[in-house]
């Protein structure tokens, strides 16, 4: 049986629409979310309820970030909101600063990801953000590193060299080295990359720019360099990579 054909027909019998929240439910070190395309919150779990100090998920729906969480948190998540919901690329492991319940804050990590519709235009997102455990010490050492990822993203299209990078944002190169590690359990280098190849599949995704182009957009030295290092990471070269997306577009 075709896999999309035993997708609809298992889904087809469920009595509801099955969001995923139910599961999410039961994290409570987890926030989960779906937003239409304007933003506003179609499906919750019950810890970003509590987050927002409500009392039902009732009181968050139709509702967006920048009504429910004070300056500077609302307006952040509404500036990321919108950048993807307009084509921008993805959020994968974003280190940010969340509020809790009784206005204290404490650092996540935050995936955001488009939902597009049957005709491939984006019609919301889905979300989770996941909670950092951190004493008051890790907490400050959780700032200055999303100072170094802020700059990493920022400056993807330049050279980047962690002595460059430690200098501009005043820790040390064993410092950078050692948060990095322990958080997402790789090297700064290898996040550099990380960030490079996922900037690199979101313009081959959604746009149509050469790969000339892209190349140097994502801090590649050349068309060459880009493909050797896309293979190794994604496993074809970029330009199967684009093809096979339009192979599924087209099915």
């Known amino acids: 049986m075709d896999p999309s054909e035993l997708q609809k027909q298992f889904f087809d019998q469920l009595s509801s629409p099955c969001h995923g929240e139910e599961v999410f439910d039961e994290v409570p070190d987890t926030v989960y979310f779906i937003k239409d395309q304007a933003g506003r919150y179609i499906s919750v779990n019950d810890t970003l309820v509590r987050r927002c100090r409500l009392s039902s998920k009732h009181e968050l729906i139709g509702k967006t ?40 804050s404490g650092w996540c990590l935050t995936w955001k990801k488009a939902l597009r519709g049957s005709d491939g235009g984006i019609v919301g997102l889905s979300g989770i953000s996941r909670d950092l455990s951190s004493s008051p010490d890790s907490s400050d050492e959780l700032h200055q590193l999303s100072t170094v990822l802020d700059h990493i993203r920022d400056h993807l299209s330049e050279p980047l060299s962690i002595e460059d990078i430690a200098s501009d ?3 040390s190169v064993f410092q950078i080295g050692q948060r990095i590690k322990r958080l997402f359990g790789i090297s700064p280098y290898q996040y550099i990359i990380r960030c490079r190849i996922d900037s690199a599949r979101h313009l081959l995704a959604n746009s149509e720019r050469p790969l000339s182009e892209i190349a140097l957009a994502c801090g590649f030295s050349d068309q060459s360099a880009f493909t050797r290092q896309f293979k190794r990471s994604v496993g074809i070269p970029p330009g199967s990579y684009r093809g096979q997306l339009g192979d599924a577009g087209k099915g």
């Open 169 to 171: 944002t005043g820790l």
């Open 65 to 104: 970030a920048l009504e429910v969480f004070p300056s500077p948190f609302g307006r952040e998540f509404t500036r990321q909101d919108l950048a993807l919901l307009a084509g921008g690329a993805e959020i994968r492991e974003q280190l940010e600063l969340h509020l809790y319940p009784g206005g204290k």
